[in-house]
């Protein structure tokens, strides 16, 4: 492990953006069809070549007429014109407007030779088939759009850097053009490395240690919605021939390669070594948190960045640093809903001397205001990544955010919505389906305590409580239901586990709930209960269970450790044993609550939780041992 | 034409998004592979079926170790284990760890059976080949991340409606999803009617009256922006039982269809009469101007919207009545860059009785407030669709808008931006190239004339002014160049045109500049200075040019007129005659200056036009005739 490279002498975070400026990621430009244009954006002047309208074209329905004809024509005194004919929309005229006559004529139609306005069908009377009355003088140019007073052939139409929108489809279309000159998208290659990673879809072997590759395609689509194009190159391990080839080749075809994926030194030692010896390597190391792993350099004619492993923390780095030279090169500055300003929900403290890139999570409170707030799981979690909304970034020499102080957030995705509702508390598959009738809800599955100790502290709109509640939190009942729980057992119950009693006395290796979890508390209170019975200690019996202490994160787990066989007994719901075919022994039946902030009931999303819970019956449906209260 | 609808008993606007709402636009869910799912919308809910991680996992490089062995360990007296071996990410363990022993891990390697606990490399040191020197004493599960402790499985991941984004992405990459669910896009069939559209590429016969196709672009591209798919139905003209057919194979093929595209009365009754014959009409004009002719109706299964004619208007109605509709189907709310507010650069009076939708241009000011004015060059102009950046609701009982009145604009497209500067004046092409310097500028090519007034009244940024200004108007003189007038004449100048003089004596056929252009003010000059020499009257002289008043557009239009053979001479520049391949009789030369609103010369825009006129002679370059100064 000697050859590990230390990360000495940090770059500022300034120097990592301009060395990544000082590197070209532009692409060619290139001609796409009209059809695709949007959202392009003009890598050159565009003049009109054409006068729009080509022709002098009617305005009005009405009557084509040499404006002198009309002369002194009122309501009270109409002129009389011989109708010489017609001319329509998309046809050449095949009449002449003589003195002392007049041509029915269509709005766009070409105005006929001899005529210099035209009177609008509401001014005028038939007379007969032949004559027309005009009740209306006309000054020549009347209802007359002359060639090119819309746009005029050698204007200037549409400038350098212009983005493709609807409006500009419509200038370009006016002009006949159906094929624009755009700039190009830079493309960028993404490398991941790591032997562990497997393809969304492929088969995982976890006894291998693989995990699924989450950052190639969370930064492919960051980089598309840059503007950018995203190429997926084949994972590397950390042979160096290997990266080699892969890096080359990636630089060979692309303007941008980003390497991402792994959290193994080794296969970014490998990385660093490539990029030294075959490109140039501008800056090692950043000092901001996460991301001091950073890389920034060229290899052949392309660009290089290296990003951190964690998925939280390649995007974060992605979004600070990379996106913004993606969409310069590509034209498409930052939409002004990538940032958001927020005020900070706690306190937060920081060790000074590097930048901090905080993940936060958004909030709206009941005065309407953002509330931003820390999210902060180690950066490993993959799901901090739906449980932040962007990043905060917080200066070398700031040692601490007070509680309401404003900050900027920006956010993953210019896409990214506020969540209508933020609820914390216990895991529950009523709850989900709840959930599923709530437009853009956030639920952190924490735990009934943790919903309580966090609703006290005023940050959610809601929290949801499972069993008896040991703490008493100001808060609105907006309804709830009952769930019944127990043991969960290999179906058919092979080990005849009768109760609570069995866990104790035989060998069966079980596993339990977290602390927080409203199951856990119920079980607590249950084993207290055969304590008193047998007037023993309830820690007692607490030790004589094999795995009281073997603890997992969802309402499933457990269950899912018997389903595998690692497990004789689980806790949990009869409607979990049910699902998943497993046998079920009862212990009980227990609340579930759904509890508002008092402050915040009118907000819409917590209405909405209301909503749905005055139907809870419909939620609660054919979920096997739940019942609406 | 007494077949003609009359517009009695409009609907307000409220009862036709009403109508709207109420016909179904859904599309269908569909499958598709996660690289394609950015910016959809989940159809349903998505638990996860597998943990995340799937093994229990080291966080750290370091040493699995059994925790119970590190008891007591510190940098002062150092626990010696033995190395059993090594355990790399994306391999299975070949090694337990027994009591007294340790073994190499990386991060995300598999814990190999027997350690419950990881000691980080920087709290070690080998010693020798085989021990390790363990410096810090853990607890069981330390730098260890649990099977499932990211997501478990059976836990709620992610919600029906939630907008895909990379983040998502990322998270469903960790469950190994490769393909998801999404919300249909509703499909949007666009019928254009009028004989007279040609489509973009398509050769243009302006004889016949024809134009180009300008609302089926704009929609169809607002239709994608809006997250549906726009499929375009051949040109339909007048004749009833090609619309029927054509609208009946769109119904049959959309979620909604929509007409538009022409102008003409007598082909918006033949829509009328098929969706009234065929489907249902619900509803037949809006109290809403522009607008008042839209039709809402079904059709077969399809929703039906009838668009107004003029593209401003049409894109209006689209953007306020059915992009919204489409966005609800679609899942995709309105971004909310969709809409600014600003303050009315001008007070606006209305006629009560009609909603009226602004089209309005959008400006910085000084002050880095967002100034609003109209735009009204007629609405059949396309040239407006670009000048104007969205619209402004202003309610059927509003009579008036006062001045700096704040007032919310709907943005034609999320991606609309504010322009860095606002300009109006001379047509010039030195100045079409000077703009290609400024980062998303706009111009108002209006004359100079005009260019001042409104300077004089403190709107734009800046003026360009050509030749003698005629009004004293405070500004700052940005810069400049001089460029070459005269009269262009075909080329080797067939008719010997010498000078002024020849235009006056001789019948020619000329073509001028409209009285807002600053060629047209040096003419105007020169011919003055000739009756002083002649002795007569100004007038008389301008009498005896044949085509005095006949004026065009923009500064090559003459030129353009005498290239095309339809006059002898125009008006023009030296630059404009060498371009385009004519001869030229110079009759001097004038100065064009950028003047600066004095407020705003340090706005970004305008400090960017006043760097390109640093280097003017790059900007003035090759131009013929033209000269920095």
């Known amino acids: ?137 006309v000054a020549p140019g009347d209802h007359v759009m002359v060639a090119g007073a819309d746009i005029a052939a050698g204007a200037r139409a549409l400038g350098p850097g212009t983005r493709i929108t609807p409006r500009e489809i419509g200038l370009l279309s006016a002009l006949g053009v159906d094929e624009v000159r755009v700039r190009g998208t830079p493309t960028v290659g993404i490398v991941s490395t790591g032997d562990e990673l497997v393809r969304p879809g492929d088969e995982l072997d976890s006894s291998r240690g693989q995990i699924y590759d989450v950052n190639s395609y969370t930064i492919a689509a960051g980089v598309e919605e840059a503007g950018g194009e995203a190429k997926l190159y084949p ?100 939409p002004r809903t990538a940032t958001v300003t927020g005020k900070m929900a706690t306190r937060e403290r920081y060790e000074e001397g590097r930048m901090r890139l905080m993940p936060v999570g958004l909030l709206e409170d009941e005065d309407g205001e953002t509330l931003v707030y820390p999210v902060d799981k180690g950066s490993g979690a993959t799901t901090s990544l739906v449980e932040a909304d962007g990043v905060v970034e917080v200066g070398a020499d700031t040692s601490y955010l007070s509680e309401g102080e404003d900050v900027t957030v920006q956010l993953f995705s210019p896409d990214v919505r506020l969540p209508s509702l933020l609820g914390v508390g216990e895991d529950d598959p009523a709850l989900s389906r709840l959930l599923d009738r709530v437009d853009n809800p956030r639920y952190l599955p924490l735990g009934s305590r943790e919903g309580l100790r966090r609703l006290r502290d005023g940050l959610p709109d809601v929290a949801v409580v499972a069993g008896p509640a040991d703490r008493d939190v100001e808060s609105v009942d907006l309804g709830g239901w009952t769930r019944e729980w127990g043991l969960v057992v290999p179906a058919d119950n092979p080990a005849d586990v009768e109760g609570l009693a069995d866990l104790v006395d035989r060998d069966l290796r079980f596993v339990n709930r977290d602390t927080n979890s409203g199951l856990r508390t119920s079980l607590a209170n249950a084993l207290a209960d055969l304590a008193d019975e047998r007037g023993v200690e309830r820690h007692s019996l607490v030790d004589a269970i094999d795995g009281f202490d073997l603890t997992v994160k969802a309402h499933e787990s457990p269950a899912r450790k018997v389903l595998g066989g690692s497990a004789d007994v689980g806790l949990g719901l009869r409607a979990t044993a049910t699902r998943l075919g497993l046998g079920f022994v009862p212990l009980g039946t227990q609340d579930v609550a759904v509890r508002a902030n008092p402050a915040r009931v009118d907000k819409a999303g917590v209405q909405a939780v209301s909503a749905a819970l005055d139907a809870v019956s419909d939620v609660v449906g054919d979920l096997d041992g739940f019942e609406s209260r």
Chains 1, 2 share one sequence.
């Open 235 to 334: 994972h590397a391990g950390d042979d160096y021939d290997e990266m080699e080839r892969i890096l080359l080749d990636a630089a060979e075809e692309c303007d941008l390669v980003l390497s991402s994926g792994s959290t193994s030194a080794s296969a970014v030692d490998v990385i660093y070594r490539v990029i030294e010896d075959k490109g140039e390597l501008l800056l090692h190391g950043v000092a901001v948190k996460p991301g001091k792993p950073m890389l920034v350099g060229s290899l052949g004619d392309s660009a290089y960045v290296g990003l951190p492993g964690y998925p939280v923390s390649a995007l974060t780095i992605f979004r600070t640093f990379v996106a913004p030279a993606i969409r310069r090169e590509a034209g498409l500055p930052e």
């Open 1 to 137: 492990m000697s050859s590990r490279k230390e990360f000495r002498d940090l770059a500022a975070p300034e120097e990592a953006h301009a060395a990544i400026a000082s590197l070209s990621l532009a692409g060619d430009a290139e001609t796409v069809p009209l059809d695709e244009a949007r959202g392009r954006v003009l890598a050159e002047r565009l003049d009109a070549d054409l006068d729009v309208p080509g022709f002098d074209r009617a305005s009005m329905d009405g009557y084509a007429v040499r404006a002198k004809d009309t002369f002194g024509a009122d309501e009270a005194d109409p002129v009389t014109l011989d109708l010489a004919g017609a001319v329509h929309a998309g046809a050449e005229p095949d009449v002449t407007v003589e003195s002392g006559t007049c041509a029915e004529i269509s709005t766009g139609a070409v105005m006929p030779p001899g005529a210099d306005a035209v009177v609008m069908v509401e001014r005028t009377d038939e007379k007969g088939d032949d004559e027309i009355l005009i009740r209306k003088a």
